[in-house]
């Protein structure tokens, strides 16, 4: 229940507070929620970009060598919770415009905390994924990420994770995007 309070010809809306239910019985009051943000049963569709880096340049870091080995590039994903904390990712993305449409497609499990009624949700992700382009190969891949909800339906992303190919050297890669959650 929402109480108006008029003062010097402004109305003023004073915190919702508990109300009784039809069985006599004090309920809370329902909307706007916080802990409603990351829910059960929850889709989401990514859009996001990325940056990767070659494990000679994590290893020598540089301002010059994140500058000139840095490829970028552009993604979609899609991701189903069965529980607040527990989903499934897949995603797609390209980091060039000459080669392959897509250059890595993979999918992951998703581990997220939402931290009370914050918005933000630290995860962590592990799976795997096929590399299309440059050196076809499959690869593993484990990072972690933060998440921030302005509302339950949609939210920014950071994430960044470990690459291990099969046939070529580690790698690193990073997202930055947008979600919006269904």
């Known amino acids: 229940m929402i109480h108006k309070l008029m003062m010097g010809g402004t109305l003023l809306l004073l915190a919702a507070t508990p109300a009784w239910a039809a069985d006599n019985t004090l309920t ?3 909307g706007n929620n916080l802990d409603d943000l990351y829910r059960t049963g929850e889709f989401s569709a990514d859009g996001f970009g990325t940056a990767s880096i070659g494990k000679y340049t994590l290893d020598h870091l540089s301002g010059a060598r994140i500058y000139n ?4 590039g552009a993604g979609l994903g899609a991701n189903y919770f069965f529980t607040r904390y527990v ?8 980091e060039n415009g000459p080669g392959a449409w897509v250059d890595s497609a993979s999918a992951n499990l998703i581990l997220r905390y939402p ?11 592990g799976g795997g994924g096929y590399r299309f382009d ?6 593993g891949q484990g990072g972690v990420g933060m998440e921030y909800r302005f509302t339950p339906h949609w939210g920014v992303f950071l994430d ?10 580690l790698y690193g890669l990073a997202r930055l995007g947008v979600r919006f959650a269904f």
């Open 28 to 30: 809370a009051p329902t």
């Open 69 to 72: 080995h840095t490829r970028l």
């Open 87 to 94: 989903g499934l990712g897949a995603e797609a993305y390209s």
């Open 115 to 125: 931290l009370g009624d914050s918005g933000f949700a630290p995860y962590a992700l």
């Open 134 to 139: 440059d050196v076809s190969a499959a690869f």
């Open 160 to 169: 960044a994770r470990a690459v291990v190919p099969a046939e070529t050297r």
